[in-house]
């Protein structure tokens, strides 16, 4: 799943775009499904942003386009005309530039911004109090849930909730209340990480997907577990992040 920081990347990418009267067009049978070329041709796009993890793409007349890439999607842009191989599901074109989107699967059209989520991230006015202060609202919560719950914080995913908690030594499994200062430190570090990697520095991977293998500062087994909703999991070591969730087994190697 991109993480936040992979969409404002894609963000920056269709900048070009921004303020050209678009021509759209749907190659892709899915993709035309959507209605979204149909809607969005003819118009000037107003803005892209990144909002947590959806790309929004205001055009003109209040139409949003919101692409929120889940596991497979991908926004390239290009000079205009490039040749492709396979069938992007939306294309929008300016006068010298292209943007092509990949393997869908959402594009949906909102008349409205994503209420729902909380603040980005990465975005300049976020500060890290006020995202803790969202976070220790449900103090019973899991660390690791709470920091991958949208509407409290947008733009954290798997990987950055891994390398985070890693960072801070907080175990997912312990209780928003029971570590407060570790959490200050989890956000803060997660957001400078995801800054840098906006800039292209990716810090080097010390707990997220290495299940098994030594943990770089102690070396004790990395262990990994499915964490709340379907597609996430979380990785810890259980020595420099103690508290595992009471009543359940952990993989220590295996698994992904
Ligand atoms: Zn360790």
Partial sequence: ???????HRAAARLQPLVGE???AESPHPRGAATGVARVVDGRVLERVEAVGKHLLLRFEGGVVLRSHLRMSGRWRVGPRGRAWHGRPWLVLRGGSWEATEWNGPVLALEERPVRALGPDLLAESTEVED???RLRTDPTRLVGEALLDQRLVAG???????????????????????????LVAAVGWA?????????????RR????????????????????????ANRRAYWCPRCQPGSRQGERSSGG???
């Fill in 206 to 229: 010390m707990a997220y997907r290495r299940p098994g293998r030594p943990c770089p500062r102690c070396g004790t087994p990395i262990e990994s577990l499915g964490l709340g909703e």
């Fill in 131 to 133: 995202v803790v202060a």
């Fill in 1 to 7: 799943m991109p993480e936040g920081d992979a969409l």
């Fill in 254 to 256: 295996g698994g992904i």
């Fill in 191 to 203: 957001r400078e990480a995801m800054r840098a990697s906006v800039r292209g520095v990716r810090p």
């Fill in 21 to 23: 009267r678009i021509e």
């Fill in 156 to 182: 954290i995913g798997n990987m950055w909730l891994a390398e985070a908690l890693w960072h801070a030594r907080v175990s997912p499994w312990r209780r928003v209340e029971e570590v407060p200062d570790e």
